[in-house]
């Protein structure tokens, strides 16, 4: 992979990566089409990436379809997979971690300590390889996509870091490989998740600017739903992530939540821009 990326920056080729952990979805491939939009040749990346999953998480049962990923891939022109092992990446002596501080103790931080650890590290690791000039992620998964932008700077990584805004199903749900996971049943109640953030958007078109009413009242949508379980709810500032109290105009922000339905942890946010 770095000898291909070599050729293509010797010959002037703009690099787009996007790093995915598989089971591609159109949250992945709206990715895809940004970076084939963006750039010459597209790089995509699948890798479960073991350091980012703590020994209690589901790293072994994390959905994988090598051959339908395969399908989309192909069906989106990607010029290049890249399909390293979990021994080429971590082999036995590997002993380098790239951590990002303050950002990442809270929210998901709180819930999964060891995970954006993981993250950094092959974020780093696979960059490194690819060489890109441009990287894709999603809002999805906004705090990642704000932890990575930080060790870009911090680091002075040589590429761009391109947020894509979220993929949802047609009734709300934002898109994630770990839907798969969710029961007929889950995946009904999970629509809460998406409603209490529409909600609270609505709340805020009409003029409400307390953080602490609309965190209340999408708090009481979960109240009689006792087979979810709310991690957080949280307004925060969009490059800080610190909470917000009031909130202002000029200035954006994203709703957090995240939640376990039945078994499965799910995460989702809207971006609000306040005027
Ligand atoms: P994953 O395979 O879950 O690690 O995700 C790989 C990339 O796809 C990350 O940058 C995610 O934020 C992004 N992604 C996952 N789900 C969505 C979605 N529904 N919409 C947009 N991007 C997404």
Same mark, same amino acid.
């Given at each position: ?9 010797? @010959?002037?080729? &703009?690099?787009?990566?996007? +790093? ?6 159109? @949250? ?11 750039? =010459? ?5 699948? *890798? ?9 998480? =589901? ?31 971590? +082999? +036995? ?44 992620? @999603? ?9 990575? #932008? ?8 040589? *590429? ?43 709340? &805020?078109?009409? @003029? ?15 109240? +009689?739903? #006792? ?18 109290? &009031?909130?202002?105009?000029? #200035? ?10 039945? #078994? ?12």
């Amino acid at each position: 992979m770095q000898i291909i990326s070599d050729q293509l920056r010797s @010959g002037r080729k &703009i690099i787009g990566f996007v +790093p995915t952990m598989g089971f591609l979805h159109d @949250g992945h491939a709206s990715l895809i089409r940004k970076s084939k939009e963006q750039c =010459d040749v597209t790089v995509v990346s699948i *890798f479960v990436n073991p350091t980012q999953f703590a020994p209690n998480e =589901d790293l072994e049962s994390y959905p994988r379809d090598i051959e339908s990923d395969k399908l989309l891939l192909r069906k989106n022109n990607v010029d290049f997979l890249f399909l390293p092992s979990a021994e080429e990446i971590y +082999p +036995p002596n590997f002993n380098t971690y790239v951590e990002v501080f303050g950002l990442t103790n809270k929210f998901e931080g709180e819930f999964r300590p060891t995970h954006f650890k993981g993250v950094t590290t092959i974020v780093a690791i696979l960059c490194n390889i690819v060489k890109p000039h441009k990287t894709y992620f @999603g809002q999805k998964d906004a705090q990642q996509a704000c932890v990575i #932008k930080k060790m870009i700077k911090d680091l002075q990584f040589d *590429f761009d870091l391109v947020i894509c805004p979220t993929v949802r199903e047609p009734d709300g749900l934002a898109m994630s490989s770990r839907n798969a996971y969710l029961t007929n049943d889950d995946r009904q109640k999970a629509l809460l998740l998406s409603q209490s953030l529409d909600e609270a958007k609505k709340l &805020i078109d009409a @003029g409400e600017r307390n953080a602490l009413i609309i965190v209340k009242k999408m708090n009481n949508n979960f109240i +009689p739903e #006792k087979s979810i379980h709310l991690n957080y709810i949280s307004v925060v500032e969009v490059d800080s992530f610190s909470e917000a109290d &009031i909130l202002e105009a000029g #200035k954006s922000y994203f709703i957090l939540i995240a939640a376990k339905v039945g #078994k499965t942890r799910l995460i989702d946010n809207v971006l609000v821009h306040i005027k």
